[in-house]
T-cell receptor, first 112, second 111 residues
Framework: DARVTQTPRDKVTEMGQEVTMRCQPI?????VFWYRQTMMQGLELLAY????????DSGMPKDRFSAEMPDATLATLKIQPSEPRDSAVYFC??????????FGPGTRLTVL | GQQLNQSPQSMFIQEGEDVSMNCTSS?????WLWYKQDPGEGPVLLIA?????ELTSNGRLTAQFGITRKDSFLNISASIPSDVGIYFC???????????FGSGTKLNVKP
């Protein structure tokens, strides 16, 4: 049963703390996307990787956000320091090249 | 960047009715995808379209890739309560690298 997995599913933290979200893409997919979803902004693309190399991270606040792919089976999104305005649901999606994207269940982040 | 306009923003319909929603763009797209998102879950792919004029069905769902390549439509026939959710369109831009998402259509079905 191939699917994208994300951990944690829920995270509540205090302002200023570091947050790390993890994603395991579907085995064999070479492209990984990070999205943020809020009521106000909808789905926003933060960054994406192909073959573990970052292709576009223009949607990501560079001062506090960082995204990496330590290996082909793991993508991470880190926020340091976190702020209340970062509260949102963060989705990871994977694909083979520019084909259909498959989404994970998301990480619901609440920053107090 | 390329922009997608999705409409309507929300719909309230009676069970059994047909539903239609669409996405339009000022730019050409090369692939159109339609997703459904249930509360607390990630978007799930419903239909993928690859060629202008293509009409594809998935059960009670039918989607079309507009001839101009600037729009796409999703129709749901004989709606049922489990159709409730948010439907998103996504278009693959001319750089063939990333998809642009519409703002979603929230569907409510009254039994």
């Amino acid at each position: 049963d191939a699917r994208v997995t994300q951990t944690p599913r829920d995270k509540v933290t205090e302002m200023g703390q570091e947050v790390t979200m993890r994603c395991q893409p579907i085995l064999g997919h070479n492209t990984v996307f990070w999205y943020r979803q809020t009521m106000m902004q909808g789905l926003e693309l933060l960054a994406y990787f192909r073959n573990r190399a970052p292709l576009d991270d223009s949607g990501m606040p560079k001062d506090r956000f960082s995204a990496e792919m330590p290996d082909a089976t793991l993508a991470t999104l880190k926020i340091q320091p976190s702020e209340p305005r970062d509260s949102a649901v963060y989705f990871c999606a994977s694909a083979w090249d520019s084909n259909e994207q498959f989404f994970g269940p998301g990480t619901r982040l609440t920053v107090l | 960047g390329q922009q997608l306009n999705q409409s309507p923003q929300s719909m309230f319909i009676q069970e059994g009715e047909d539903v239609s929603m669409n996405c339009t763009s000022s730019s050409i797209f090369n692939t159109w995808l339609w997703y459904k998102q249930d509360p607390g879950e990630g978007p799930v792919l419903l239909i993928a379209l690859y060629k202008a004029g293509e009409l594809t069905s998935n059960g009670r769902l039918t989607a079309q890739f507009g001839i101009t390549r600037k729009d796409s439509f999703l129709n749901i026939s004989a709606s049922i309560p489990s159709d409730v959710g948010i439907y998103f369109c996504a278009g693959l831009g001319d750089n063939f690298n990333k998809f642009y998402f519409g703002s979603g259509t929230k569907l409510n079905v009254k039994p």
